[in-house]
Nanobody, 122 residues
Framework: VQLVESGGGLAQAGGSLTLSCVAS????????IGWFRQADGKEREGVSS????????YYTDSVKGRFTISNGNGKNTVILQMNNLKPEDTAVYYC????????????????WGKGTPVTVSS
């Protein structure tokens, strides 16, 4: 299984960035895919996820109304549209997949991408 992220970079506060994750080699058609982030000196936190079959979506409170997760045009692709970015959104963003877990927390993830950095300047 391989998860490849793209789209990170530098943005100003109030700006936007779009992250993409392409998953390959997944052994099942049903899974949850999404994003975590980890800022310097902080624990990795769940940001958003989407279920591959029923489309149910999760957002952490701090990004609700600003970030939107969706399935991309390609199979096994997930997009995170990040609008109205804030300096506190600065972190390395990781794509992750869980096959059976019901909670979007790091210890339940089965697969991880290598991460893409996002820096938001004030």
């Amino acid at each position: 299984v391989q998860l490849v992220e793209s789209g990170g970079g530098l943005a100003q506060a109030g700006g936007s960035l779009t992250l993409s994750c392409v998953a390959s080699g997944l052994p099942f058609d049903e899974y949850i895919i999404g994003w975590f982030r980890q800022a310097d000196g902080k624990e990795r936190e769940g940001v958003s996820s989407i279920h591959s079959v029923d489309g149910s979506i999760y957002y952490t409170d701090s990004v609700k109304g600003r970030f939107t997760i969706s399935n991309g045009n390609g199979k096994n692709t997930v997009i995170l549209q990040m609008n109205n970015l804030k300096p506190e959104d600065t972190a390395v963003y990781y794509c992750a997949v869980t096959i059976g877990a019901m909670a979007w927390v790091p210890k339940y993830m089965d697969y991880w991408g290598k991460g893409t950095p996002v820096t938001v300047s004030s």
